[in-house]
Structure formats: structure tokens, C-alpha cells
């Protein structure tokens, strides 16, 4: 399956970016948490400007879905942190703004410092030390977030008092359509109920440094893709769950004999003839997820497919 991208990072892949910049302004010195200390010249106002790459959509129906959670446009917060220093930035209107200031005093004007921005988790998951960020997924589809990352070293003097950082997006994305072969759908009626994709690994840790993925580990999760009704046909159909953010990893296929614990896809059927039946088939699910790219995923419900048993669905 040929995979297409949604979003380059930034210094691999130069697009516009996304609208006019959006300027950060501090807030007092009273309330700063830089480490300038008492006595010290007056501390500097920290300015930012945000932006991204636009995000390069697998396919113009999904646009205006959960996608949008996946650009700048519809951030109202993120946070950044210069060693323990942590800022928090709002929204308010057009307008960003945070309490704190430039690290370092205004004999520190040339002096590069480095700064570290994330959004989509809580900063009490971003580990100071490191520098990497220990994120779950959730394992409610409608309930995840897309976790988009930052980094700017700048002194005060580079560009009067503003650090530029432009968001990458770090998770693995999916995006999923069924449909039912010619040869399934003879002389049936065939209704997907449910669709689940199972064991896979939830958490993980994303370094800032080399701009990767490891420490996999955790317990693995099932996401629900959809539970409402759906009637086949041979035109592929979207799943409603919009996009599936995860971690990147290479998933190993489920098998009945030989990988119990691999991913695979549970679909939910009623199928209906002269009489109907409700089955379950299932479908090993090997993939590497890759950092970066939405990967479309599609179900073909044919006559091939088989349950967790190995039994067939259409016999």
C-alpha cells in the first residue's frame, strides 16, 4: 500500500507556512518564572512567533474532521520549557501571550538558549532531564490528540527578543475505509456492526534530541473504529472515527498459531441471505507506523476473509 503524506517536517520539507504568524507577548517580571534573580538588570519580554507546515490530507473528504485538531488554527495552548524553566501559553482572541521572561539577565543578550515546545499532553508528562516527552494514547478514538512539538535555539539579540518555532507532528495517523467484494455481496446483505483494531502498544517516549520514538512498552489498547450500523457496498465507505492517532512503531500481524498477542482488526458482521447471521472476522493488521504521515488503511470484506478460528465468514 503506497503511503501518503499529510504533513513533512518542517526542515525536510519547505512548504508555505500555514498564515501569519502569531505573536507571543509576556507578561510582568513580578510573575516571571526565568531564572533572573533579585538584583538583577530588568528582565526581557519573551516573544513567539508559531507556525507549521499546512497539512497534506489523504483525501479531500476528511477535510474539516478531526484533522483540523492537527494544525496550528486550532491550538489554543501549548507549553514550552529552557531547562526547568516552563511557560505556559494561551490564547486569547488572536492573541498569544505567557508569563515569563528571557532566561539570564541583559548581559546575556548573545547567549543561545534552547527552547522546547509541545502540545496534546499534559506538561506533567514531559520529563525535564531528558527532554522527551512519556505520552499515552487514549483509547478513545474521539478523545486523542495529536501531539505536535517544537524547538528553538535563539539568543535575545537574534531576532529582538522572539524565539520562532514551528510545530512538527510526532504521532502516527490512520485513516480507515471498508467495503464488501462483488462475489461476498451476491445474493447477500452484508452490515459491518462494529470495527475494532486490537493490541496495539499505547505508550511510548518522543525525544526532542534525535526527534524519535522508544521506550515502547505499557499495555497494549483496542480502539473502536466504529459501533454504528454500516450496509456494505463496493464503493468504499470512510469510517467515522476520522483520524487514529498512535504512536509510531512497527506492528507485528496477529496469527492464530504462531502470534497470539500481534495486532489484528475485529469486524463485527450481520450478514443476511435466507437467514441471518452475526460473525466476527478477523484481520491480522502488520504495519510500521510511521512519525509524520497518515497511512489510508483499506478493509475489503471477501470471500476469503476468515474468523478467529480460521474459519471462513462466506462459506
Not at 195 to 210: I, R, T, W
Not at 253 to 281: R, V
Request: aromatic share 10%; hydrophobic share 35%; proline share 4%.
Amino acid at each position: 500500500m503506497k503511503k501518503k503524506s499529510f504533513y513533512r517536517l518542517a526542515r525536510l520539507f519547505p512548504l508555505p507556512l500555514l498564515a501569519a504568524s502569531l505573536l507571543v507577548a509576556s507578561c510582568s517580571s513580578d510573575d516571571s518564572n526565568s531564572p533572573a534573580g533579585e538584583g538583577s538588570s530588568p528582565q526581557r519580554p519573551i516573544y513567539i512567533e508559531v507556525a507549521e507546515n499546512p497539512m497534506q490530507s489523504a483525501s479531500a473528504s476528511r477535510e474539516g474532521s478531526r484533522g483540523a485538531e492537527m494544525t496550528t488554527s486550532g491550538l489554543k495552548e501549548f507549553y514550552m520549557y529552557h531547562d526547568a524553566d516552563d511557560y505556559h501559553v494561551t490564547k486569547s482572541g488572536s492573541v498569544w501571550t505567557t508569563v515569563g521572561s528571557w532566561p539570564g539577565t541583559s548581559e546575556d543578550n548573545n547567549t543561545k538558549y534552547t527552547f522546547y515546545a509541545f502540545a496534546g499532553t499534559s506538561k506533567e508528562n514531559y520529563i525535564t532531564a531528558s527532554q522527551y516527552i512519556n505520552f499515552t494514547v487514549d483509547e478513545l478514538a474521539s478523545e486523542q490528540k495529536d501531539l505536535i512539538v517544537a524547538q528553538a535555539t535563539a539568543s535575545h539579540n537574534d531576532h529582538n527578543g522572539k524565539v520562532y518555532f514551528t510545530f512538527d507532528h510526532v504521532c502516527a495517523a490512520l485513516t480507515f475505509n471498508i467495503r464488501v467484494s462483488a462475489k461476498a455481496a451476491e445474493k447477500r446483505t452484508v452490515v459491518v456492526n462494529k470495527v475494532e483494531l486490537c493490541n496495539v502498544p499505547n505508550n511510548g517516549k518522543y525525544y526532542f534530541s534525535s526527534d524519535s520514538w522508544s521506550g515502547l512498552g505499557g499495555e497494549t489498547s483496542s480502539y473502536t473504529l466504529t459501533n454504528s450500523n454500516i450496509t456494505l457496498t463496493e464503493s468504499a465507505q470512510d469510517l467515522p472515527c476520522g483520524y487514529l492517532f498512535l504512536i509510531p512503531q512497527t506492528l507485528t500481524a496477529w496469527d492464530k498459531d504462531t502470534n497470539t498477542s500481534g495486532a489484528y482488526i475485529d469486524i463485527t458482521l450481520t450478514i443476511n441471505n435466507d437467514s441471518e447471521t452475526k460473525t466476527t472476522a478477523r484481520i491480522p493488521f502488520g504495519l510500521t507506523l510511521e512519525q509524520g504521515w497518515v497511512q489510508p488503511i483499506d478493509l475489503n470484506i471477501g470471500t476469503a476473509i476468515t474468523d478467529a478460528k480460521g474459519a471462513k465468514i462466506f462459506k
